[in-house]
T-cell receptor
């Protein structure tokens, strides 16, 4: 089946930029997503990118997509303590296929 | 809108008991999804419905699991009999047929512990 991989942990100093990386195997991905999960909560959609885009910026968030290398990244500028959470990369492929494939999640820890 | 609503938020039960998890999707959404999250397997899609009809249940672990959607505003996931390995967080999600980027919206989850 399709696979989405992420590193498990990332620690960043408050005020620095965080970069969370994701690789995927599905060459027919149509949309790729970043979800945020805070302790005891559900998944909150942060942003998404269509597979024919290279970059998307939304306030402090920048998503970069390298379709050739099947690499997706999420950059959070000026990281704050409220950004501490687990971040999931997910992809969906083919029109009419509803299956979201999630990565393992990256736990982002902010160092004061 | 209140978002996706799930109940209960926490459930503790003993092995062999029946467990019923409930979900109310966002009003007007056509799709409803049930996911399970565990440390070992991450997030897995169990089943999804379109217009109240089950479309893909290939992720349902075994016959002990069943899901229904009797109307557009309610779905249940039932485990009978429950086993300790069913302990997990169960999420419900929904989306509209016209959602931008096919975006799914998640509920807060039900944390199930089977003793």
């Amino acid at each position: 089946g399709e696979d989405v991989e992420q590193s498990l942990f990332l620690s960043v100093r408050e005020g620095d930029s965080s970069v969370i990386n994701c690789t995927y195997t599905d060459s027919s991905s149509t949309y790729l997503y970043w979800y945020k999960q805070e302790p005891g909560a559900g998944l909150q959609l942060l942003t998404y990118i269509f597979s024919n885009m290279d970059m998307k910026q939304d306030q402090r968030l920048t998503v970069l997509l390298n379709k050739k290398d099947k690499h997706l990244s999420l950059r959070i500028a000026d990281t704050q303590t409220g950004d501490s959470a687990i971040y999931f990369c997910a992809e969906i492929s083919n029109f009419g296929n509803e299956k979201l494939t999630f990565g393992t999640g990256t736990r982002l820890t902010i160092i004061p | 809108d209140a978002g996706v609503i799930q109940s209960p938020r926490h459930e503790v039960t003993e092995m062999g008991q029946e467990v019923t998890l409930r979900c109310k999707p966002i009003s007007g959404h056509d799709y409803l999804f049930w996911y399970r999250q565990t440390m070992m397997r991450g997030l897995e899609l169990l089943i999804y419905f379109n217009n109240n009809v089950p479309i893909d249940d290939s992720g349902m672990p075994e016959d002990r699991f069943s899901a229904k959607m009797p109307n557009a505003s309610f779905s249940t996931l039932k485990i009978q009999p429950s086993e300790p390995r069913d302990s997990a967080v169960y999420f419900c999600a929904s989306r509209s047929d016209s959602s931008t980027a096919d975006t799914q919206y998640f509920g807060p989850g039900t944390r199930l512990t089977v003793l």
